[in-house]
């Protein structure tokens, strides 16, 4: 590889199940990298509980370029522009409850809040949740959806940089019920 620095991101995974997996690695958009989607072939115990036999994760890395100045990062290539994570205004239902077996979602509206990273994390009452996808709709509005599967308290963290939004984190509760159930009556951890 050369002396210089690697110039790159490592992921590592966990993977829950046995089994055959494909794992794609995508750059600047809906293009594959050379050799993507990857096949690996996973031995060992079950560590999960799951229902499904198709989960699927996401991770989106996002560049950052650091200037030799102090002071906010620049971000692909774009010069320094303030940031303000107050501005941000995060809505929609799944900021306050989750349906379990459901994608839940909820918007973030980072229109007015300058130039930085949206950083989405959600924790269960015992583990990260398993599935949280972030979709950039365009002019730095986003949609969230995340799935749960027990039922519970959730902290949801969002972050504009380095700063919570208003907001965050929220508390979720993960209940409800998925096909056939009610929904929409109060349910309690539990």
Known sequence: MGTG??????????????????????????????????KAKVTGPRLSGGHSLHETSTVLVEPVVRGASRGPPAFGGVTKAPSDAGQVVARGPGLATARLGHKNHFTVDCSKAGTNMLLVGVHGPKAPCEEVHVKHEGNRVYTVTYSVRERGEYVLLLRWGDRDVPGSPFRVTGGGSGPGGSGSGRSGPG
């Open 5 to 38: 620095p690697w110039l790159g991101h490592r992921v590592t995974y966990t993977p829950m199940a046995p089994g055959n997996y494909l794992i794609s690695i995508k750059y600047g958009g809906p293009h594959h990298i050379v050799g993507s989607p990857f």
